[in-house]
């Protein structure tokens, strides 16, 4: 009796542990292994996620009123440099007003005031937060036209599409040609461009969601339309 | 950057209600499987002596004599288990009733297949017995181990609210450690409902036998019964 007793207590008890203690032991083991697969895949991730998501710097309004004065001997040595429309304002009327005001009333203007016209839009028609968003994509444009040095062979319509990576404190970590003008000089002058002002230290005061989803990637495009040729 | 996060420290590192959630889906892991070994090794031992005593019971063998057999085995402290114990009840309450003269044919009958009833009532209690407890960690383990999850997911979640820079790495570990409650209650689950249709399958098919020869049996003493009567009354 006592053996039968044994038998059925001790040995399902035993096996019973033995699995589990196995169980436990491969898991342990295997575990920092399989740690690294899922640690790898997250870091890939948020990469293509924002790639995806391309940013805005400047609302549309600008490209336009610039491609009317094109064929006038340049007002001012001012390249344009924007990125790809935001959808809202796309959206808003204010900015689609902005293109019906006489073009060369337009050409006429410098380049500040039609910073300072398309940030009075924003400003009456879109919240505070957004706004600031803006201001600081104008300082990064003027700062990077400031640093821009056209190669001679620049020609209009030349369009180069620029991947800018920045950290928090506004530092340049990553420069990357994401469309290419068709010519390594051109595009290689961009990249020059930003390289040199290697920091925006007005990016510093935004607040981490609006750097995350506005600064962290984003793109520039540099476009030379005011050449002669 | 990367932060080894190990199984262990995972779980230490979980809050209280997923730490209980843990350690009850860790103990009715192990009595679960305590139980599926214990009984398949008990059904495998009753199928055994079924097949045994079947063989012994019809190659002919005087049943007074199989009985004196038993008789043996329970002096010695084995108690009869299985379709033995449904032969000894039936034929001592036969051989007891049918000493007394004045009882007719169909009350010894009826008496020792009533006997025989109460030896199967207690062999199915014994073949079933903790069925039931499989059957519930089968169905409420997962259950528990979803309340862990959701509990720790949510606590996870309230952490990323208070955190400025809110990125996967901040509530990775805290579902990860949330999951394993979910992995666990499955992992027990999963066995114990396997293991209870099974042995619900196999017990129903031992009792059918066990009913089966219970019937046959009461033929034999139907048999032996009316022969003895036939006798009795002939004699006077």
Redesign the interface.
């Known amino acids: 009796?006592s053996v039968d007793r044994l038998?059925?207590?001790g040995?399902?008890?035993t096996?019973?542990?033995l699995?589990?203690g196995g169980l436990l032991l491969m898991?342990?083991v295997r575990?920092?292994g399989a740690?690294?697969v899922?640690?790898a895949a997250?870091a890939i991730?948020?990469i293509q996620a924002t790639l995806v998501q391309a940013e805005t710097l400047k609302p549309k309004p600008k490209p336009k009123p610039k491609k009317t004065p094109k064929p006038k001997p340049a007002p001012a040595p001012v390249p344009a440099v924007e990125s790809k429309p935001q959808p809202t304002e796309v959206t808003q009327p204010a900015p689609a007003a902005a293109p019906e005001l006489d073009a060369e009333q337009l050409a006429a203007l410098t380049r500040e005031e039609l910073e300072t016209l398309v940030d009075a839009d924003i400003m009456t028609t879109g919240a505070g937060e957004p706004s600031l968003r803006d201001v600081v994509a104008a300082t990064i444009q003027a700062a990077v036209i400031n640093r821009w040095t056209r190669p001679p062979s620049a020609r209009n319509g030349m369009v180069a599409v620029l991947a800018i990576q920045l950290v928090p404190t506004g530092e340049v970590v990553g420069v990357g040609v994401l469309q290419s003008s068709g010519d390594t000089a051109f595009d290689r002058s961009a990249m020059t461009a930003v390289n040199r002002v290697g920091r925006f230290p007005e990016v510093a005061k935004l607040d981490?969601p609006t750097f995350e989803a506005n600064f962290r990637r984003f793109q520039l495009i540099f476009k030379p339309e005011d050449l002669r040729y | 950057m990367?932060q080894?996060?190990?199984?262990?420290e995972l779980i230490v590192g979980a809050s209280a209600l997923v730490q209980a959630v843990m350690l009850i889906l860790?103990l009715a892991?192990?009595s679960s499987?305590?139980?599926?070994?214990?009984r398949v090794?008990?059904m495998r031992r009753a199928d055994d002596e079924l097949l045994v005593f079947e063989e012994q019971f019809w190659s002919g063998i005087d049943l007074a004599q199989l009985y004196r057999e038993g008789n043996q085995a329970v002096t010695e402290?084995?108690l009869p288990t299985g379709v033995e114990s449904l032969f000894r009840a039936g034929f001592k309450e036969f051989s007891r009733l049918s000493q007394q003269a004045d009882m007719d044919a169909d009350a010894i009958l009826e008496g020792s297949r009533r006997a025989m009833r109460v030896a199967l009532m207690r062999e199915t209690d014994r073949i079933e017995q903790h069925l039931p407890f499989l059957a519930s960690v089968g169905s409420t383990s997962p259950y528990i181990g979803l309340l862990g999850t959701v509990w720790g997911i949510m606590h996870s979640f309230r952490g990323l609210a208070n955190a400025?820079?809110a990125t996967?790495?901040t509530v990775?570990p805290g579902i990860?450690e949330a999951l394993i409650a979910t992995a666990m209650g499955l992992f027990a689950a999963i066995p114990a409902v396997l293991a209870y249709n099974r042995l619900a399958a196999r017990s129903d098919v031992l009792l059918n036998r066990y009913e089966t020869f219970l019937d046959e049996f009461s033929g034999i003493l139907q048999r032996q019964t009316y022969a003895l009567k036939a006798n009795q009354s002939q004699r006077p």
Not at chain 2, 4 to 8: A, F, K, M, R, S
Not at chain 2, 33 to 38: G, K, R, S, V
């Open positions: 009796m038998l059925f207590a040995l399902p008890a096996l019973t542990l699995l589990h898991l342990v575990w920092s740690n690294e899922v640690a997250p991730q948020p981490d | 990367t080894e996060l190990g199984l262990i860790v892991s192990l499987w305590f139980l599926i070994i214990q090794m008990l402290g084995q400025t820079q996967l790495a990775a990860s």
